[in-house]
């Protein structure tokens, strides 16, 4: 049961909207059959950086009841890195 809970949590997490991911190529993949490559590439950076702000987001606000989740910033650093990286 714990295999398959963190193999179901992995799984969610690819398929994240952000250019470094699966549901990131996904997404390019579909916004390529609407729109140009470039039109695209600017679409998949900005949902990227607008999926990283909302886990910083996230974060902070669980920063602000008296939480911390370090793996919301985690993710929201490794989403901006490799959106700015992957040229």
Do not use: M, R
Request: aromatic fraction near 14%.
């Amino acid at each position: 049961l714990v295999h398959s809970a963190t193999q179901l949590i992995i799984g969610c997490f690819n398929l994240l909207p952000a250019k470094s991911l699966d549901g990131g190529a996904l997404l390019y993949n579909f916004l390529t059959d609407i729109f140009s490559i470039e039109k695209s590439e600017i679409l998949i950076k900005a949902i990227s950086f607008i999926t990283a702000f909302i886990f910083l987001t996230l974060g902070l606000l669980y920063i602000k009841n008296g939480e911390i989740n370090f793996s919301l910033f985690i993710l929201a650093i490794y989403i901006l890195i490799f959106t700015i990286i992957k040229n």
